[in-house]
């Protein structure tokens, strides 16, 4: 009770989330009285980080810093325009494709939904659409940046669950093209029910130089998975090529990158890399308190007795982790859960880790959109100049078409698994 106490208190004083578990942890210490055990805390601090997948984490970071300052957004951007631009409501289908473009790039929803809000969000309302609905489709469509790969949350969570990144990258293929259909079917809706301006379309010579641009973009996902399926690099390895790439255009290709930027980039990569990985170093030693106080097998004997079916069990999973989403970081809230929960999933029901790390992926990442915390939803806020609250009912059916595929995922794992060799 004293440490569940203290957990919850330092989480209301709103502390940060790695100060609440390394904290916590010190307290359990203090409370068992085996101070013996905090001979092994530095150990276990520093044990959470001495794993080579999670160098990957800086190194995709980098890239994204490297393509948002290299002038990448907006020749995708015109790219979508080709595609899908012609259309009725065409402007927010072009937001959703773009979207999907940067998640390939990118990896963090955060930082996705903070680029493309200053560019798309301003356009659509120019364009006609409402405030409100312009920033709820640029944020929704951040949702697939953790997704669709390279995923930051896919590597901490493969780290955690010991499963190799690069088959976890596959795993996250379909259900991030299942999740864009299903953006792109409330999109439909909306403007089906509201009605939307007349698309702009791109065409004849401007259309072609609009995709010619954007081509050498794609070089940088095409070496990050085609490296890991070619068995070339490992998902680590290949984000060091990728950010060369990244570098490569937009200094020599794009030219919107100048050198006198790159120490910059580099110090915002290692501050923001550092904060994830002490939150990660701290939340190995919140794991090795659970395991001590045998937590994920007193859980375990509490789910055994609400259902023996894999799939109601993920619904029950998924039902709590909403609410965990809703007030914990994503990232946080995976490496708290993860150890309880992935052991469970894995001995009692059965269920592949593969799968259960894309469910609870989508899950925790909608807490980016949802109150109390929702960080995404007020970046979008502060960027369209929209009251957070128009923003979030402006987001239902975006958040409805996630449920649902949470739902289908949940029910069907071949479609997390079918990619995977």
Not at 28 to 54: A, N, R, W
Not at 220 to 231: M, S
Not at 303 to 308: C, D, F, N, S, W
């Amino acid at each position: 009770m004293t440490v569940a106490a203290a957990f919850a208190i330092l989480l209301l004083l709103a502390a940060p989330i790695a100060l609440v578990l390394a904290i916590t942890a010190v307290v359990h210490i203090l409370s068992s009285g085996d101070l013996v055990l905090f001979e092994s805390y530095p150990q276990q601090l520093f044990s959470g980080l001495e794993k080579y997948g999670l160098l990957a984490i800086p190194l995709f970071m980098l890239v994204g810093e490297l393509m948002n300052e290299g002038g990448v957004t907006a020749r995708l951007i015109q790219a979508a325009r080709v595609f899908v631009g012609a259309y009725r409501g065409g402007l927010a289908y072009v937001n959703l494709l773009a979207n999907m473009m940067m998640a390939a790039i990118v990896g963090s929803a955060a930082a996705q939904i903070a680029v493309m809000s200053r560019v798309m969000t301003p356009e659509m309302t120019r364009s006609g659409y409402p405030p409100a609905f312009a920033a709820a489709t640029t944020a929704a469509g951040g949702l697939l940046s953790p997704i669709i790969p390279p995923s930051m949350l896919f590597v901490i969570y493969g780290v955690l669950a010991q499963i190799p990144i690069g088959d976890m990258f596959l795993a996250g293929i379909l259900p991030g093209l299942l999740l864009a259909f299903g953006f792109m079917c409330a999109i439909a809706f909306v403007g089906w029910r509201t009605g939307f301006p007349a698309g702009e379309a791109i065409r004849g010579a401007a259309a072609r130089r609009a995709v010619l641009q954007a081509l050498p973009s794609a070089a940088v996902p095409l070496i990050i998975i085609g490296g890991i399926l070619g068995g070339v690099a490992t998902p680590t390895e290949s984000a060091a090529l990728a950010a060369l790439a990244a570098a490569a255009l937009g200094l020599f290709v794009y030219r919107d990158l100048k050198l006198r930027q790159l120490p910059k980039i580099f110090a915002e990569t290692a501050v923001t890399a550092s904060v994830v990985l002490f939150l990660i170093a701290a939340a190995n030693v919140f794991g090795w308190i659970i395991l001590h106080e045998q937590i994920p097998q007193h859980v375990a004997a509490w789910l055994a007795g609400l259902t023996q079916d894999p799939f109601l069990f993920l619904l029950a999973v998924n039902l709590a982790l909403l609410g965990v989403g809703a007030v914990i970081d994503g990232i946080a809230a995976m490496i708290i859960v993860v150890p309880i929960l992935l052991p469970i999933a894995q001995q009692s029901y059965g269920i592949d880790p593969f799968h259960f790390g894309v469910v609870i992926s989508i899950n925790l990442v909608l807490g980016l959109l949802t109150p109390p915390v929702g960080a995404g939803l007020y970046i979008a806020a502060a960027a369209s100049q929209v009251k957070p609250g128009e923003i979030f009912k402006a987001l239902t059916p975006f958040l409805v078409a996630t449920l649902a595929s949470l739902i289908i995922l949940s029910w069907r794992p071949e479609i997390v698994t079918a990619l995977i060799g």
